[in-house]
């Protein structure tokens, strides 16, 4: 490949990924101008971020930005994450908090908050479907779900049990330490391994966490006073979270896997079928 295609390439991966992250852009966006500027004295600065994501849901809905499969990813992630947002806020754990007023909330979780994990479920369902994505060694579909239940478990135990999060890590590189993941920009699919493209986004989730918690979106207990960078070490929980979010996405996609025989096969529980021969 020479220069010229290099660029144009890497400027159309670049679009790609904005686009896929539109919905996780967009809520970014609202936070920060927000944090600068909000004159409304009627309604709340965290409701008015719950509706305008509702909004912009449905905006993406009408005008077929985002595709039913993935407002159904949204909904579940928002479920699962506001089960675990009012475990980490109650008063009896307290990990973090939110410093504003609210109408729509439950217990001391916001309504909204459910939309900023939805939105790393969007980004992965978007980038799977925009990039083709396909696979080679990845592991079973039953491997997968046990490790990630053991994840979302560890998220709440490790307040009153020995933490596993270093044995999942662990668990995770011995499960996909061979497996890549390729992906078509143009016309020939690249590849990378996986568990650096899930570090790459694990690492941008931190640097988003660290503008929202400027924008005092939430607070840990360490910057109540003043705020303070998020610690490095919280790259781990995102890493973990992105396992999680790419395995739910998983299940109601088809994993293509591409087989030494150079075919690309389907990854499902009764076996696998030939889709297409690759580039």
């Known amino acids: 490949m020479n220069v010229k295609h290099f660029i144009h390439e890497f400027w159309l991966f670049g679009l790609k990924q904005a686009y896929a992250s539109i919905f996780g852009g967009f809520l970014l966006g609202v936070m920060i101008v927000t944090r600068l500027w909000y004159p409304l004295e009627s309604l709340h600065r965290y409701d008015f971020i719950f509706l305008a994501a509702i909004a912009f849901q449905l905006f993406l809905l009408a005008f077929k930005l985002e595709t039913l499969r993935e407002s159904v990813v949204i909904i579940v992630f928002h479920l699962v994450a506001t089960l ?28 909204f908050t459910g939309f900023m994990y939805s939105a790393v479920g969007s980004y992965i369902a978007r ?14 579909k039953l491997m997968t779900v046990l490790l990630v239940i053991l994840v979302y478990a560890n998220f709440f135990s490790h307040h009153y049990i020995w933490d596993m999060r270093w044995l999942l890590l662990g668990a995770t590189v011995v499960l996909f330490y061979k497996t890549e993941i390729y992906f078509k920009v143009r016309v020939t699919h690249r590849k990378m391994p996986i568990l650096l493209g899930w570090f790459l986004v694990a690492l941008f989730i931190w640097f ?5 918690t400027y924008a005092n979106i939430w607070i840990y207990p360490n910057q109540v006073n003043a705020w303070q960078m998020v610690s490095i ?11 999680l979010s790419f395995v739910l996405v998983s299940i ?3 994993v293509r896997i591409r087989t030494p ?4 096969v389907s990854l ?3 076996g696998a079928a030939v889709t297409h021969k690759p580039d």
Not at 85 to 98: H, N, R
Not at 208 to 212: G, S, V, Y
Not at 261 to 264: C, N, Q, Y
């Open 252 to 254: 109601i996609n088809t």
């Open 127 to 140: 980038v799977w479907r925009i990039f083709e994505f396909e696979y080679s060694c990845y592991p079973s």
């Open 208 to 212: 988003a966490e660290n503008i929202a």
């Open 84 to 111: 675990m947002e009012l475990f980490k806020t109650s008063d009896a754990i307290g990990s973090w908090v939110y410093p504003e007023e609210y109408l729509f909330g439950i217990g001391n979780v916001p309504l």
């Open 233 to 243: 070490a919280k790259l781990s929980s995102w890493f973990l979270l992105m396992l």
């Open 261 to 264: 025989e150079a075919r690309v």
């Open 268 to 270: 499902a529980d009764s």
